[in-house]
């Protein structure tokens, strides 16, 4: 799947659900939606931004695959982290709503990117 095919169905994956809360919500407590939101958005960013990472990383050697994955996921880790801190202390979100759909469309992201990358063919080893 390409970068640009799995940013769509992840914004959709993302808008969907959203649209579906506040609907299902009718209005009310718009910090709650927000929260969730911000968590949503989180994740989908994440989850595309790891993507590419490994799309980039696949045809290149196995150092330059490791550092792209792991340095990318302790420096998404540390954005993530921030973004998180700064929603509750500064932006005042709601923390349950924004850890909860931050942590639940992390796993669906992950879960999801691990079987598109378990099928493609695997790169030689350089």
């Known amino acids: 799947m390409t970068l ?7 914004t959709v994956a993302v ?6 809360l506040v609907g299902a919500r ?9 929260s969730a939101a911000v968590g949503a958005g989180l994740a989908g960013f994440n989850a595309i931004v790891a993507y590419g990472l490994v799309l980039w990383s696949q045809s290149r050697s196995t150092r330059a695959f490791m550092a792209a994955v792991l340095g990318g996921m302790l420096g998404r880790m540390a954005l993530l982290l921030a973004a998180v801190a700064a929603g509750i ?5 709601q923390r349950l709503p924004l850890v909860m759909t931050l942590l639940a469309y992390f796993i669906l992201f992950l879960v999801v990117e691990m079987r598109i990358l378990s099928r493609r063919p695997v790169a030689e080893a350089r």
């Open 26 to 34: 009718g209005g009310a407590d718009p910090v709650f939606v927000r």
């Open 15 to 20: 808008a969907a659900p959203l649209a579906i």
């Open 4 to 10: 640009t095919r799995y940013s769509i169905w992840v």
């Open 89 to 93: 202390g500064i932006f005042e979100l």
